[in-house]
């Protein structure tokens, strides 16, 4: 999946267990695009202003031919499936809250 890599596009490529080829274009981008590289579901950035044919189809053979990319992705979508990611937030508002 080539995408720009915004939080929720991010989010649901990981949701869904996509591996990606980010190009940040602005704002947050360039964070999360950095984000997904990190957790190996994602190739490194490519920036849309270096943005070149030839760049986006390495990268694109890069994450199709390279598994890493897959099972890093699939293991962060059973990460997200599997955790309780609200619950936490629930008992860190409840303990700030409380002292």
């Known amino acids: 999946m080539v995408h720009h ?3 929720g596009t991010s989010a649901a490529a990981l ?3 996509v591996s990606a080829v980010p190009v940040p ?3 947050d ?3 999360w695009a950095r984000r997904l590289a990190a957790l190996g579901a994602a190739t490194e950035p490519v920036p849309f202003r270096a943005l070149t044919a030839e760049r986006l189809a390495d990268a694109l053979d890069r ?3 390279q598994r890493t990319y897959a099972r890093a992705a699939a293991a962060a979508a059973h990460h997200i499936a599997t955790g309780d990611g609200a619950g936490h937030v629930l008992k ?3 303990q ?3 002292g």
Do not use: I
């Open 5 to 7: 890599a915004g939080a």
């Open 15 to 17: 949701r869904a267990a």
């Open 25 to 27: 274009v602005t704002a």
């Open 29 to 31: 981008q360039p964070f």
């Open 63 to 65: 994450v199709v031919r």
């Open 92 to 94: 860190a508002v409840q």
């Open 96 to 98: 700030s809250a409380h």
